[in-house]
Each structure stands twice: as structure tokens, then as C-alpha cells.
């Protein structure tokens, strides 16, 4: 049974840094590309960063710069550390395997305020 469990969320001030943390079990974490996803009510759910499994990174344009992914395959955790925080990225923040599998977690809700 896949189990994906996010932690780290909060409210921040503009400017601000979190770190989000995601332990995945049920799943063979090390072979398996990782992607932090966000939602907002009424949009769909998007993909912000991802890592393979030999550490390759991808970030959409809208958090270059600013948030870094990485694994620790030992811990069969992914991270997201987020900086420089905009209220625009206020969003419920989901861990999955890339491409994303048909379980979700309950996800952690980042606010950012102005």
C-alpha cells in the first residue's frame, strides 16, 4: 500500500523560506523519479520540481531560482526547500512519483502573506 505523508507546511511572511519533507513507503523509492506537485482551489494540480532517482533536477520556471529538491533514498524522503517565498505559491503542496501515480497524500498547505 503506497503511503505518501507531507509535512512542513505553514504561514509565512513574503520573502520567508519552508521546507517541506514527504516519507513515501509502499513504493521502491530509490528507482522511482520524485516530483513535488501544488494545487490551488479551482486550478489543477501542477508540477513544480522533480528528481530522478540519480539526483537530476527539474524546476518549473515559476520556482527556479528559488526552491530546491532532493532525496534521501536511505530515508525514502524528498524534500522541497522553498525561499524567497511568494504569495503566489500559496498552495496545498503534494509529493508523488513522477509521472504521478494514482495515490495522493493529504498533502501540506502553504500560505504565504503579503
Known amino acids: 500500500q503506497v503511503q505518501l505523508v507531507e509535512s512542513g507546511g505553514g504561514l509565512v511572511q513574503a520573502g520567508g523560506s519552508l521546507r517541506l519533507s514527504c516519507a513515501a513507503s509502499?513504493?521502491?523509492?530509490?528507482?522511482?523519479?520524485m516530483g513535488w506537485y501544488r494545487q490551488v482551489p479551482g486550478k489543477q494540480r501542477e508540477l513544480v520540481a522533480g528528481i530522478t532517482r540519480r539526483g537530476n533536477t527539474y524546476y518549473a520556471d515559476s520556482v527556479k531560482g528559488r526552491f530546491t529538491i532532493s532525496r534521501d533514498n536511505a530515508k525514502n524522503t524528498v524534500y522541497l526547500q522553498m525561499n524567497s517565498l511568494k504569495p503566489e505559491d500559496t498552495a496545498v503542496y503534494y509529493c508523488?512519483?513522477?509521472?504521478?501515480?494514482?495515490?495522493w497524500g493529504q498533502g501540506t498547505q502553504v500560505t504565504v502573506s503579503s
Open positions: 509502499g513504493i521502491i523509492f530509490s528507482i522511482n523519479a
Open positions: 508523488n512519483t513522477q509521472p504521478a501515480g494514482s495515490y
